[in-house]
């Protein structure tokens, strides 16, 4: 898989949910995005999984390519690479061979929250800004777009800082814990 080939962070309840996600969702046209992207591992095997399912599947992929400010590593990264427009230039390299499937929104998430209607996406996936405040903030912008009985999910729910995010919006038990993801049914 193309995905494997490309520099970045996964991990198995990642795979395991697109995977899950990708088998349960209808066969008519819809709509999913992934906020945080990087390079594009998670977002070519989400692409990928669709590609096999043969669904009618639109993913969104929306990251300002320039990366977290108060994570010192990734902002090292992009520097040995020169800097966010070639980070950005390295993503679409890597999504090519998903063109029909992948749609790049080059914004900060709750920018690019407004681009879409209320309800009009079946699931959402959050990995962009990991401190409280970025996934509390990302939640309520995304939260209204996904339609009722859709998903939205995220990573990194082993950290205080995401748990606390989503205990105070949605509190336990409704939002379920998947590995190093979280789920919510809207």
């Known amino acids: 898989m193309i995905y494997e080939n490309i520099p970045g962070w996964i991990d198995y309840s990642v795979v395991n949910l697109y995977r899950t996600l990708v088998n349960s969702a209808p066969s008519t046209p819809i709509k999913v995005v992934e906020i945080g992207c990087w390079l594009g591992k ?35 990264l992009i520097a040995e690479m020169g800097g966010p427009d070639k980070l950005y230039e390295k993503f679409l390299e890597n999504i090519k061979p998903f063109d029909d ?54 990573h990194d729910s082993d950290s205080l800082e995401v748990q606390k995010a989503l205990d105070e919006i949605f509190g336990r038990p409704q939002w379920l814990k998947y590995g190093n993801c979280w789920i919510n049914r809207v």
Do not use: C, M
């Open 101 to 154: 499937i992948i749609r790049p929104i080059r914004k900060a998430s709750i920018e690019a929250a407004t681009l879409f209607k209320e309800r009009e996406l079946n699931w959402a996936f959050v990995d962009a800004g990991h401190t409280y405040k970025d996934v509390y903030d990302d939640i309520l912008a995304w939260l209204p777009k996904v339609i009722n009985f859709g998903v939205l999910s995220g």
């Open 42 to 76: 998670s977002t070519t095997l989400l692409a990928e999984l669709i590609k096999q399912s043969g669904k009618s599947i639109t993913l969104y992929a929306i990251d300002t390519w320039a990366g977290s400010p108060v994570e010192s590593e990734h902002q090292q």
